[in-house]
Antibody, heavy 122, light 113 residues
């Protein structure tokens, strides 16, 4: 069965960096686009970024563009989210999610990990 | 960018009664070449990740009870729970996947009255 396990969350000061990881199993990882989505405390879901199945294409929400970088290592079945210049408003649970369509992206998210909590605070 | 707006923000329904959640998109999410609405619904229970429930506006994901149904087209959509059960207490989100960036509604919290 599909499993997505996030790691790397924690408490970090404003302006600092953090890298999240998401290890995938149970499906042919190198044929699916992957996403990061976050949920801030008391707020709704906010899509963050997507990376294509081959790592060649990505897209970001305006709120993180220029600060966050999504990447993947298909040899390790893992995606990453490098978060720089963190702000208090980046505090959230970060979920990785699998795209529905192979070889392309549908932006439809059919499997989600349990999430990892990032807290940006001094 | 497409903006998704749900109503109401929360609702309390008696067990066995009908619950209706509305979702409106700022632009049509109907792709005319395949006549599909790029609209999904997710359920999120406390302490759990979101779960895909309905896609293409009305197709239930495998394992989703048939008391859940989705309807609508273009810019206006509805999620209906025909007979609310205790295990349906959750926050429900609509999401458009018609164009980047994908966008979620603000969520609707469903509780038992």
């Amino acid at each position: 069965q599909v499993q997505l396990v996030e790691s790397g969350g924690g408490v970090v000061q404003p302006g600092r960096s953090l890298r999240l990881s998401c290890a995938a199993s149970g499906f042919t990882f190198n044929t699916y686009a992957m996403h990061w989505v976050r949920r801030a405390p008391g707020k709704g879901l906010e899509w963050v970024a997507v990376i294509s199945y081959d790592g060649k294409h990505n897209y970001y929400a305006d709120s993180v563009k220029g600060r966050f970088t999504i990447s993947r290592d298909n040899s390790k079945n893992t995606i990453y989210l490098q978060m720089n210049s963190l702000k208090p408003e980046d505090t959230a649970i970060y979920y990785c999610a699998k795209d529905y369509r192979p070889r392309d992206w549908d932006l439809l998210l059919d499997y989600w990990g349990q999430g990892t909590l990032v807290t940006v605070s001094s | 960018d497409i903006v998704m707006t749900q109503s109401p923000d929360s609702l309390a329904v008696s067990l066995g009664e009908r619950a209706t959640i509305n979702c409106k998109s700022s632009q049509s999410v109907l792709f005319t070449s395949n006549n599909k609405n790029y609209l999904a619904w997710y359920q999120q229970k406390p302490g759990q990740p979101p779960k895909l429930f309905i896609y293409w506006a009305s197709t239930r994901e495998s394992g989703v009870p048939d008391r859940f149904s989705g309807s609508g087209s273009g810019t206006d959509f509805t999620l209906t729970i025909s007979s609310l059960q205790a295990e349906d207490v959750a926050v429900y989100y609509c999401q458009q996947y018609f164009s980047t960036p994908p966008a979620f509604g603000q969520g609707t919290k469903v509780e038992v009255k």
